[in-house]
């Protein structure tokens, strides 16, 4: 008996990490990615994706059971499809035009008896109103009744070493309950608990909530952190100190900003739908994203305050920022605040060099010059910016011959070290 044939739309950070576990699970997997350049360092098993040592892909690849490729006539035959694309805002609205590709090129191989999934982050009725009418038009079949149709929201974590594809739980719909059960069946090979909801509206906010509770959250601390400070207080203290209290609170840390696709983007897919079909604000996540946004210039700021306190000016200073990346030991640059801070430090006159030592060279922001952390990079730097944490980082080398340092993520100590 052959094995089922799963087609991944989408090799980044959610469809390559869906691939291999659904290799390792026995399955006959295409990875089907528009960007030739990403299938052909796939297919030579190099990996760009943190999660997904080169070693573990090139187990896959060589199962013979996972085949990178641009094609979509590679699809032929499939019997589920995952689409795993961007889903990116212009101009402050929703950009659906890679589902739209995605069902466009997957449409024509729809066969009765098939199922497919959509993953991408989007507001509540993308899969029933824009991606079943597109799918049906193209391949002359129905659903419910000809093919499956289901959602389940992507919680892929990069650089989570503790929570991962299979031991996440994964939420689960689909258009009528045969389209479920089928959603749910291939989703119990690939993970260990699934959670079943009754719509695929309800699938979608829930990914949206799940972001926009952290947005809120960490707009309220970057509010209270910028706050304490003209105060004279140690917000971070504050914080942990507030984390004894074993019930009614959740720690979330101040940072210079928010990045990646999640936190910048997926809270405004619900205030536009919320403002489009209802005609009104959804003010809390507007005030959050305003918030958020704040953070880049405020630890601009304070950079160039504590450079003024030496006798400093930003224009010709020489700056070391540890970090571009928008989270701890990953390479994503996506709308990261660290770069942010780094333009913004370029555009008043300062030399800036980044210790970056994940993210790849052609994504590192023009002007930014990528350096190795050396004690000779350190004593010569006229401030060191701790933007992203990447626990690779020697912060005892940083305190000990830094002049000054600005740490935006609370991982340094000591005389010469000012905290966000």
């Given at each position: 008996?052959?094995?089922?044939?799963?087609?991944?739309?989408?090799?980044?950070?959610?469809?390559?990490?869906?691939?291999?576990?659904?290799?390792?699970?026995?399955?006959?997997?295409?990875?089907?990615?528009?960007?030739?350049?990403?299938?052909?360092?796939?297919?030579?098993?190099?990996?760009?994706?943190?999660?997904?040592?080169?070693?573990?892909?090139?187990?896959?690849?060589?199962?013979?059971?996972?085949?990178?490729?641009?094609?979509?006539a590679d699809a032929e035959g499939f019997d589920i499809c995952v689409i795993t694309v961007p889903t990116p805002l212009r101009d402050g609205t929703p950009d659906l035009s890679y589902v739209e590709q995605a069902g466009h090129g997957i449409a024509r191989?729809?066969?009765?008896?098939?199922?497919?999934?959509?993953?991408?982050?989007?507001?509540?009725?993308?899969?029933?109103?824009?991606?079943?009418?597109?799918?049906?038009?193209?391949?002359?079949?129905?659903?419910?009744?000809?093919?499956?149709?289901?959602?389940?929201?992507?919680?892929?974590?990069?650089?989570?070493?503790?929570?991962?594809?299979?031991?996440?739980?994964?939420?689960?719909?689909?258009?009528?309950?045969?389209?479920?059960?089928?959603?749910?069946?291939?989703?119990?090979?690939?993970?260990?608990?699934?959670?079943?909801?009754?719509?695929?509206?309800?699938?979608?906010?829930?990914?949206?909530?799940?972001?926009?509770?952290?947005?809120?959250?960490?707009?309220?601390?970057?509010?209270?952190?910028?706050?304490?400070?003209?105060?004279?207080?140690?917000?971070?203290?504050?914080?942990?100190?507030?984390?004894?209290?074993?019930?009614?609170?959740?720690?979330?840390?101040?940072?210079?900003?928010?990045?990646?696709?999640?936190?910048?983007?997926?809270?405004?897919?619900?205030?536009?739908?919320?403002?489009?079909?209802?005609?009104?604000?959804?003010?809390?996540?507007?005030?959050?994203?305003?918030?958020?946004?704040?953070?880049?210039?405020?630890?601009?700021?304070?950079?160039?305050?504590?450079?003024?306190?030496?006798?400093?000016?930003?224009?010709?200073?020489?700056?070391?920022?540890?970090?571009?990346?928008?989270?701890?030991?990953?390479?994503?640059?996506?709308?990261?605040?660290?770069?942010?801070?780094?333009?913004?430090?370029?555009?008043?006159?300062?030399?800036?060099?980044?210790?970056?030592?994940?993210?790849?060279?052609?994504?590192?922001?023009?002007?930014?010059?990528?350096?190795?952390?050396?004690?000779?990079?350190?004593?010569?730097?006229?401030?060191?910016?701790?933007?992203?944490?990447?626990?690779?980082?020697?912060?005892?080398?940083?305190?000990?011959?830094?002049?000054?340092?600005?740490?935006?993520?609370?991982?340094?100590?000591?005389?010469?070290?000012?905290?966000?």
């Open positions: 008996m052959n094995a089922e044939k799963l087609v991944v739309i989408g090799q980044g950070y959610v469809g390559l990490p869906l691939a291999m576990r659904a290799v390792e699970a026995g399955l006959d997997v295409v990875g089907l990615d528009v960007d030739s350049d990403r299938v052909k360092r796939l297919a030579s098993g190099e990996s760009f994706v943190e999660d997904i040592p080169a070693d573990r892909l090139g187990r896959a690849l060589g199962s013979g059971r996972y085949r990178p490729s641009t094609e979509y191989y729809l066969r009765p008896g098939c199922t497919v999934v959509l993953e991408s982050t989007t507001y509540p009725g993308t899969t029933e109103d824009l991606l079943r009418p597109l799918l049906e038009a193209e391949s002359g079949l129905r659903s419910p009744g000809d093919f499956h149709l289901g959602y389940s929201p992507e919680r892929i974590d990069p650089g989570n070493p503790t929570w991962r594809l299979e031991n996440t739980p994964k939420v689960v719909s689909g258009v009528d309950p045969t389209s479920l059960r089928r959603v749910d069946d291939f989703y119990r090979r690939l993970v260990e608990r699934t959670v079943p909801v009754d719509s695929t509206k309800v699938a979608e906010l829930t990914k949206l909530i799940e972001n926009t509770f952290r947005q809120v959250n960490i707009a309220l601390i970057n509010e209270l952190a910028m706050v304490s400070h003209h105060l004279g207080i140690d917000v971070w203290q504050a914080i942990d100190a507030a984390s004894s209290k074993p019930f009614g609170f959740m720690p979330f840390r101040p940072g210079p900003g928010v990045g990646g696709h999640c936190l910048p983007i997926d809270p405004c897919y619900l205030s536009w739908q919320v403002r489009r079909t209802l005609g009104r604000q959804f003010r809390f996540i507007e005030l959050a994203d305003d918030i958020n946004h704040q953070m880049p210039e405020h630890v601009t700021q304070r950079v160039m305050a504590g450079l003024n306190r030496a006798g400093r000016s930003a224009n010709g200073a020489r700056l070391l920022l540890l970090g571009l990346a928008y989270k701890k030991n990953t390479g994503d640059l996506r709308d990261s605040p660290a770069v942010d801070v780094a333009q913004r430090l370029l555009a008043l006159g300062a030399e800036v060099r980044a210790v970056e030592p994940y993210a790849e060279p052609q994504h590192i922001p023009g002007g930014v010059t990528v350096v190795d952390l050396t004690e000779r990079e350190v004593t010569a730097a006229d401030a060191v910016v701790v933007v992203t944490d990447h626990d690779s980082f020697d912060y005892e080398l940083v305190t000990r011959h830094a002049r000054y340092v600005f740490d935006a993520r609370d991982r340094c100590r000591g005389p010469v070290v000012e905290r966000l």
